[in-house]
């Protein structure tokens, strides 16, 4: 008996595919104000989230809520996610999960996901990206809480390499050949939408965190437990509360991801080649 969630994920891959018979192979999701990368797509069709059944919406400044399929400038047919939902908008965990699993029933075999964040390592500098190498979930919960559907995969899954290390390595070196200043690190995601205080950045350093967010975690889950192989790109969009003696302020935000575009493009293009299961095929 097929259950209430493959249904909906069956029902929604159909619609997308009924609008564009592209098969995509790699997936990227963008995150606040790096929506660019979608508009440079070749032969792009845009499906509104709207108009792909059960699909969350998004409600968030800079996130355009479509899903783009197209091919990259090397001919590599993609599914990008133009924007994202985040918890914070009042969806539970398991629907922000929800369009990283239809990119799965695309048939994608491995996810690039971008993010804006704060940084918490006081080395790292508006505009810098960081390369995703472990998380902290301090989300309160976990998208695959409830239960367990087998055609996805198992019910407990290896969480201990959730980013692919090659990936990590060919993203840092798309970033480096991009000029863009890249390090590696350790991602927290909380809740939002408030921004977090200066004593929880105290405390998220400590922890061993080097950025701050409030999306993505739930995505990467998703994706391990249907085997995709996932690459994180952090885009440090301003210093985390207390770094420096300003307010945070999301405006800042969406004009740091628009300084970055043209080489965010440029790495986005040279990892996602990389992360092509077809490539040398």
Same mark, same amino acid.
């Given at each position: 008996?097929?259950?209430? #969630? ?17 098969? +995509? ?22 499906? +509104? ?14 996130? @355009? ?39 799965? !029933? ?6 690039? #996901? ?35 559907? @087998? ?21 840092? @070196? ?9 390090? !590696? ?12 205080? +200066? ?47 300003? +307010? ?32 040398? @095929?």
């Amino acid at each position: 008996m097929t259950s209430d #969630l493959i249904r909906q994920l069956d029902e929604a891959a159909a619609a997308v595919r009924s609008r564009c018979g592209l098969a +995509p192979r790699v997936g990227v999701v963008l995150g606040s104000g790096l929506g660019a990368f979608a508009d440079a797509l070749q032969g792009a069709v845009a499906v +509104p989230y709207g108009e792909i059944p059960h699909f969350p919406v998004s409600t968030a400044v800079g996130h @355009a809520g479509k899903l783009v399929l197209g091919t990259s400038r090397d001919g590599i047919p993609l599914a990008v996610m133009a924007g994202r939902v985040h918890h914070y908008e009042g969806y539970p965990l398991q629907q922000v999960a929800f369009p990283v699993r239809v990119l799965g !029933r695309l048939g994608v075999q491995a996810v690039v #996901l971008t993010n804006a964040a704060g940084a918490v390592n006081t080395a790292f500098r508006p505009g810098d990206i960081m390369v995703m190498t472990d998380h902290l979930n301090l989300m309160g919960g976990n998208p695959m809480i409830g239960p367990n559907e @087998a055609a996805l995969g198992e019910r407990f899954f290896d969480m201990s390499t959730a980013y692919d290390r090659a990936l990590c390595d060919a993203a840092e @070196a798309a970033c480096r050949a991009a000029g863009i200043s890249v390090h !590696r690190g350790v991602y927290a995601a909380l809740t939002g939408p408030s921004y977090e205080t +200066p004593a929880e950045i105290r405390m998220l350093r400590a922890m061993g965190a080097d950025a701050v967010g409030m999306s993505t975690v739930p995505e990467v889950i998703a994706a391990r437990h249907m085997g995709l192989r996932v690459a994180g790109l952090s885009c440090m969009t301003n210093m985390a509360a207390g770094v420096l003696d300003a +307010p945070l302020d999301h405006q800042e935000v969406l004009e740091v991801g628009e300084r970055v575009r043209e080489k965010l493009i440029e790495a986005l293009n040279r990892l996602v080649r990389d992360a092509d299961p077809g490539a040398g @095929a």
